[in-house]
């Protein structure tokens, strides 16, 4: 029996415990692989965790020196100081300390606040990696490096930036709105988002459009055409219309029809007989696959195809990640890190997908690797797409170790990966315009049908999806009359009203968030969470519906702080956090720059909250007018209910909700 005598002691400390049991069997007996169960310090989250030392500063509820360089007060909270005296323990047994917590800021900022708690006077190691395989974790031990202190100051500066923007304007609600409200640098924004869709489909005036569906039948089977154009004008469809205000947009030259129109349109069709085919073009279209799923995009489609939450989504993205018995001791996270705003694929997983494909499918269903462009400035959160560790591991081949929620966000995961390398889909597709004088007037009826000629990467992606056949056609060809091959079944006038923008959901308001460049992957669930523990907004039917109370919120930051709530200052205050963790932006000027202003024209928030609480009033939000009384109707906040009022109020004038 070999002897374990001149062997090094090694600790390793991770942030979970699932994440710690599948690290533990990729190494030997000298590792001791613990969690710290996430972060083990934090700024204080009451008055009563403040250092008493300092509770006399000015700054001291902040924890936050704002008179200085901007310095924070970090505490162990009561609930991690037994942890805290554990890995002391087991670091005083250790001759090394390696920091294996997640690769992205967050993560850094972690194995750094262990660095300052625990104090080790052992060598120090922090290794990073994408996957929780034996691969990943040996060659991380072989590239072992120190803890990065940009990209900590980077997780710092949003941590401090959080805190002067929540605990300097929550209070302003405190004493206009409500108590216990808050205000936050995503959040607020989010809710404003959401808020203004509201105030948006409140103004949204329904306008109704009408067109004629003619139905024809050929050997081959029935098929539609529909009205395009009457006369050298063009008829109106959806896409002329203004999608927030629900009127026929300004430079639109469209004809609308009513229903009269419609009527008389399908009545004379009907009658003048024959109609001729005046064009026909037919051409292949492609169809490229979609990149490797980052968190957003991987969070709209659960929602979409298994309807789960973004919350639930990373649940279980977590536990897939961290790890999954796979039987006879074995134990692999089965997908790469899960919180990314990077579409990049490694070499080896490029490889193995095109292996696979050839191997599966046919060597037509492989044009080559596809390497995907990252749209985000700086795709900081993780090196690689979301991805299956191993193609090797089908979505089959490891359904029996899963639950069913696991099954199908796996099979997610995978398909979707092994479709962004396979072949293009390529259609062909026909347009024959249907061509009849009524009056003198020549309307067009338009005819449109596609063939899937190969299903390429749709061949793993799937997707409902039926071919639209048309009968051949030829220009100057006859139609409609009994004795024509293509026969006029019917004409139907179809009336249709414009719809006001839907509500967000979840799944949609990520996206938007992503799109403006607000918030990072690990930021969205936490952010729709809070708004709803908040009662900001409410869940109904799937979407997000704010209340009166988000409103109320939304009304006064946006009328007296609009700067702060604003889409595009808050996604510039992403991209100088991003530059901070480059090395690029000073971490306390951009601070003091937001928080005390500058010589370039940022007031800076604590003036602006100064300047600007004298003028906030009580928020009103206005329902309209009473029609009896002509005077104006509004909801207001009270302390415990929430109210309408008619006028200035008064006997009478005054209604809970």
């Known amino acids: 029996m070999a002897s374990n005598k001149g062997r090094k002691k090694r600790l390793v400390i991770v942030e979970s415990p699932a994440k710690a049991k599948t690290i533990e069997r990729f190494l030997g007996s000298e590792y001791n692989v613990v969690a710290s169960y996430g972060h083990i310090r934090d700024l204080p ?36 100081k037994k942890r805290v005296q554990e890995l002391r323990n087991l670091l005083a047994k250790a001759d090394e300390l390696i920091l294996a917590t997640d690769e992205d800021r967050e993560g850094e900022s972690i194995s750094w606040h262990l660095l300052e708690v625990l104090n080790p006077r052992v060598p120090v190691l922090r290794i990073t990696f994408h996957e929780i395989t034996r691969g990943a974790i040996t060659e991380a031990l072989e590239n072992a490096r120190d803890v990065d202190q940009q990209l900590v100051r980077a997780q710092e500066a949003r941590r401090v930036l959080d805190r002067l923007f929540g605990y300097s ?27 203004e869709r509201e105030e948006e489909r409140r103004a949204f005036k329904v306008s109704e459009y009408w067109d004629v569906a003619a139905v024809l039948s050929s050997p081959e089977g029935e098929f539609r055409a529909a009205l395009v154009e009457v006369g050298e004008r063009r008829l109106a469809g959806g896409r002329d219309f203004d999608p927030t205000s629900g009127h026929l947009k300004d430079d639109s030259d469209a004809l609308v029809f009513g229903p009269e129109e419609a009527e008389r349109v399908a009545r004379g069709a009907r009658s003048t007989l024959p109609w001729t085919v005046a064009r026909v ?44 018995d796979l039987g006879e001791g074995e134990r692999e996270g089965l997908i790469t890190y899960m919180r990314t705003d990077s579409v990049t694929l490694s070499n080896k ?16 269903y492989y044009q080559g690797p596809r390497r995907y462009k990252t749209r985000s400035k700086m795709a900081q959160e993780a090196h690689e797409a979301i991805r299956p560790t191993e193609i090797r591991r089908t979505p089959e081949a490891v359904a029996r170790f899963l639950n069913p929620t696991q099954r199908a966000l796996y099979r997610l995961i995978w398909n979707r990966m092994v479709a962004s390398q396979m072949a293009d889909a390529r259609l062909d597709q026909t347009s024959a315009d249907l061509s009849v004088t009524l009056d003198g007037i020549p309307c067009t009826f338009r005819a449109s049908g596609s063939v899937l000629r190969f299903d390429g990467f749709r061949r793993v992606s799937g997707g409902a999806r039926e071919d639209v056949l048309l009968p051949p056609l030829t220009e100057g060809l006859e139609i409609g009359r009994e004795q024509d091959r293509i026969r006029i079944l019917d004409l139907i006038p179809e009336g249709h009203e414009t719809r006001p923008p839907p509500r967000y959901t979840e799944a949609s308001l990520v996206r938007k968030l992503e799109e403006e460049g607000i918030g990072r ?63 690029e932006v000073d971490p306390v000027a951009f601070l003091s720059s937001f928080y005390r202003g500058d010589e370039e024209g940022e007031k800076g928030l604590l003036n602006e909250i100064e300047e600007e609480m004298p003028r906030i009033g009580i928020p009103e939000i206005p329902l309209g007018d009473d029609p009896e009384t002509g005077r104006p109707i509004t909801v207001r906040i009270g302390r415990d209910f929430v109210f309408v009022q008619r006028g200035e109020g008064g006997e009478g004038g005054r209604a809970t909700l």
């Open 349 to 364: 997983a490029l490889e193995d997908a095109a292996e696979y494909i050839r191997r599966e499918f046919g060597i037509r």
């Open 281 to 324: 073009e037919r051409k292949e279209a492609s169809q490229r696959p979609p990149p490797p799923f980052i968190t957003s995009t991987l969070q709209q489609a659960a929602s979409s195809a298994l309807g789960m939450s973004p919350k639930q989504t990373m649940m279980v993205a977590q536990g897939l990640y961290e790890g999954i």
């Open 45 to 80: 989250s009451s008055a009563s965790e403040i250092p008493v030392k300092l509770r006399s500063k000015p700054w001291a509820r902040l924890a936050v020196d704002t008179e200085g360089d901007f310095e924070p007060v970090y505490v162990v909270p009561k609930g991690s």
């Open 169 to 195: 304007l929550s209070p302003v609600l405190w004493k206009k709105v409500r108590t216990k409200l808050s205000a936050g640098r995503v959040q607020s924004v989010a809710l404003r988002l959401i808020v």
């Open 521 to 583: 992957p690990s930021t969205y669930t936490p952010t729709i969470s809070t708004i709803q523990e908040r009662e900001y907004v409410v869940k109904k039917g799937g979407t997000l519906v704010p209340t009166y109370i988000g409103m109320a919120v939304t009304h006064l930051l946006r009328e007296h702080f609009a700067h702060y709530v604003d889409v595009e200052f808050t996604a510039r205050m992403e991209d100088s956090l991003d530059d901070i963790a480059s090395g």
